[in-house]
């Protein structure tokens, strides 16, 4: 009923920048909290960066400051910039959700595909 399809992964050199997206699509109501986790080969996934309906965000400590998440509300849509990208910020970037649908009064977590990630030089 809902699908997450993020976009804008890719190979970066050290120092430099990608911006992700993730639109939600189907049979929404409404979005609450939005976010990017990250998976490196062989380590948890972990969060990066969420932010809430009203706008709150918060980011994990090793992306404080170089990353900015944000979210067009109208357009189901989360994003992730990604500015002075380091080698160890290498992953599978998944979003995430918290959706209703309009068919229930209950909200539950949709993950996208995932995109990967590279910086190296």
């Known amino acids: 009923q809902v699908q997450l399809v993020g976009s804008g992964g890719g190979l970066v050199q050290p120092g430099g920048s990608l911006r992700l997206s993730c639109a939600a699509s189907?049979?929404?109501?409404?979005?609450?909290?939005m976010g990017w986790y990250r998976q490196a080969p062989g380590k948890e996934r972990e969060l990066v960066a969420a932010?809430?309906?009203?706008?709150?965000?918060k980011y994990a400590d090793s992306v404080k400051g170089r990353f900015t998440i944000s979210r067009d509300n109208a357009k189901n849509t989360v994003y992730l910039q990604m500015n002075s990208l380091k080698p160890e910020d290498s992953a599978v970037y998944y979003c995430?959700?918290?959706?209703?649908?309009?068919?229930?009064?209950?909200?539950?977590?949709?993950w996208g595909q995932g995109t990967q990630v590279t910086v190296s030089s």
């Open positions: 932010i809430n309906s009203g706008g709150t965000t």
């Open positions: 995430n959700a918290d959706v209703r649908v309009s068919t229930s009064p209950v909200f539950n977590d949709y």
């Open positions: 189907g049979s929404i109501f409404s979005i609450n909290a």
